[in-house]
Every structure is written in C-alpha cells, then in structure tokens.
C-alpha cells in the first residue's frame, strides 16, 4: 500500500512540477454562437496558448491519474484497492493535478512536449519518462 500511496502523491506532484498555467482558463465569457462575427476577434496568441495548455494539464492529469489507479491494482490486494476508494480517490487525485498544475506558465514548447507525451506515450512509465522532457529548461 506504501508503494501506491506514494504513486498517487508523485502524480500529483509530478503535474504540478511540470505543469501550471497563468491560472485562469481560454474561456472569454461569450457563448458560442457558430456565425463569423466581424465585431468578434480571434483570439488572441496568448488565449490560443492558454486553452492548449489547460487541455494539455487535464489530459496529462487524467492520464496520471489513471496510472496510479492502474499501479494500485497491479501491486496491491483487492482488500487494500477496495480501502483506497478508487471511484473516490481518482477524480481527486485528477482534480489536485489539474489545480495545482495551473499554478504557473507552460510554454509553448512544454505544451507541445506534454501533448506529445499523452498522445505517444502507451505506458505509463513511458509517460512518465517523457513528461521528464517538459520540465523547465534554463
């Protein structure tokens, strides 16, 4: 149960580590209407990022999420899966992610690597190798 236990605090480390927008969503508040509006104008680069970066965070959240669950089946009891509350325990876990994985800026080339890594990647410890690659480079 230890091992599992920390497999769910290092996912949702791991997205918050890697991950964090400028804290607010792409929604701009005005419903879509689905007609070409000259009054409206496109969105702006920044929106555009943003609205990548929050499907980026959810996407990658719900992967690792995902992959925790997967991890606590394969190497524990049923008896101590049925105590860690799955249906429960996931949506949080995914939902701690995303919150705190909006806490910062991704850039553009972080964005593209997490999406990349969701998209490519079909294990969970390739997922988790290349999410490595998003981190901050200085």
């Known amino acids: 149960m230890r091992r599992s236990g920390q ?10 580590a890697l991950l964090g927008c400028s804290g607010g969503g792409a929604e701009s508040g005005e ?9 409206t104008p496109p969105p702006s680069p920044e929106a555009k990022l943003r609205a990548a970066q929050e499907s980026a965070i959810q996407a990658m959240c719900e992967r690792l999420a995902s992959c925790a669950a997967d991890e606590a089946r394969a190497t524990m009891s049923p008896e101590e899966v049925a105590k860690l509350e799955l249906d429960k325990t996931v949506p949080q876990l995914r939902a701690e992610c995303e919150d705190e994985g909006m806490q910062n800026a991704l850039s553009p080339r972080q964005v593209t ?3 990349g890594c969701v998209n490519g ?5 390739e997922l988790n190798s290349c999410l490595d690659q998003a981190k901050k480079q200085h």
């Not at 605090?9 to 997205?15: D, K």
């Not at 209407?33 to 000259?38: E, F, I, L, V």
């Open 7 to 16: 497999l769910f605090v290092v996912a949702a480390v791991l997205g918050a």
């Open 31 to 39: 419903p879509a209407t689905g007609q070409g509006s000259a009054a």
């Open 113 to 115: 690597v997490i999406q």
């Open 121 to 125: 990647s079909p294990t969970c410890d």
